[in-house]
C-alpha cells in the first residue's frame, strides 16, 4: 500500500501558476497509475489529469493544451502537477491517488489516496 502526501497547495492570484506535488512512501510508484483529483466545496470530486506507470498522461480537464501538465519521477517516488492560467473555479482541495495499471478518472477505482492540499484562486 502507497502512503501519499501532497504539498504545494496555497493562494494564488488569478492568471498565476502552482506546482503540486505527491510524495509516495511504501512499495514506490513505479508500478502505479497516478492521478490528481479536486474537490471543491459543494461540489463533487472530479478527475484532474493522470499519469500512467509508463509515463504518457491524460488531462481530465483540458483535454489537451499546456494549461495542466503532469509529470513523474520515478526515483524521487514524485508525481507533480503544474497549473497555470489559474482561474477561481480551479480552487479547491487536491489529491493524489494512486492505483496498478492504467489510469482511471473515476476516484472508487482508487485504493490509496492522500489527505489533499487545499488551492485557492482569488485576488
Known amino acids: 500500500q502507497l502512503r501519499l502526501v501532497e504539498s504545494g497547495g496555497g493562494l494564488v492570484q488569478p492568471g498565476g501558476s502552482l506546482t503540486l506535488s505527491c510524495v509516495a512512501s511504501?512499495?514506490?510508484?513505479?508500478?502505479?497509475?497516478i492521478t490528481w483529483f479536486r474537490q471543491a466545496p459543494g461540489k463533487e470530486r472530479e478527475g484532474v489529469a493522470c499519469?500512467?506507470?509508463?509515463?504518457?498522461?491524460?488531462d481530465y480537464l483540458e483535454r489537451g493544451g499546456d494549461r495542466i501538465i503532469i509529470s513523474r519521477d520515478n526515483a524521487k517516488d514524485t508525481v507533480t502537477l503544474q497549473m497555470h492560467r489559474l482561474k477561481p473555479e480551479d480552487s479547491g482541495k487536491y489529491y493524489c491517488a494512486a492505483r496498478p495499471g492504467y489510469c482511471s478518472g473515476s476516484g472508487p477505482q482508487y485504493d490509496d489516496w492522500g489527505k489533499g492540499t487545499p488551492v485557492t484562486v482569488s485576488t
Open positions: 511504501g512499495p514506490g510508484i513505479r508500478d502505479y497509475a
Open positions: 499519469i500512467r506507470a509508463r509515463g504518457d498522461s491524460t
